[in-house]
């Protein structure tokens, strides 16, 4: 049974740091994507940051230059660092993964953790 776990959510001031971590369960090279999107009520997910097996991560314009996400291999995890944090980027956040199996693509979702930035 595959499992997406977040923790690292919370309340920050404008202007700072939380670092997200979501631990996968299993072999985290199956997974050829694994990203954050977040959600606010009323609105879709959408997608903030993305890692994968081979090449760069990809960032929305929102958060680069902000965002980092990065995979930690020997802990199976993958992290997103958040830096000069404001008041948009506040949500619940998810952690994503796409595993190819034979049948086609299968997405897993964690259960997400909130992230409120407010002074």
């Known amino acids: 049974q595959v499992q997406l776990v977040e923790s690292g959510g919370g ?3 404008p202007g700072g740091s939380l670092t997200l ?6 072999n985290i090279f199956d997974f050829g994507v694994l990203g954050w999107y977040r959600q606010v009520p ?3 997910r959408e997608l903030v940051a993305s890692t994968y097996r081979f090449g760069p991560p990809k960032y929305s314009d929102a958060v680069q230059g902000r965002f ?10 993958v992290d997103l660092q958040m ?11 998810y952690c994503n993964g796409e595993r ?14 909130q992230v409120t930035v407010s002074s």
């Open 21 to 26: 971590s979501c631990v996968v369960s299993g």
């Open 42 to 44: 009323g609105s879709q």
């Open 68 to 77: 980092t996400t990065s995979r930690d291999s020997a802990k199976n995890t």
């Open 83 to 93: 830096n000069s944090l404001k008041p948009e980027d506040t949500g619940v956040y």
């Open 11 to 13: 309340r920050v001031q």
């Open 100 to 113: 190819m199996m034979p049948t086609g693509i299968v997405n897993y979702w964690g259960q997400g953790t």
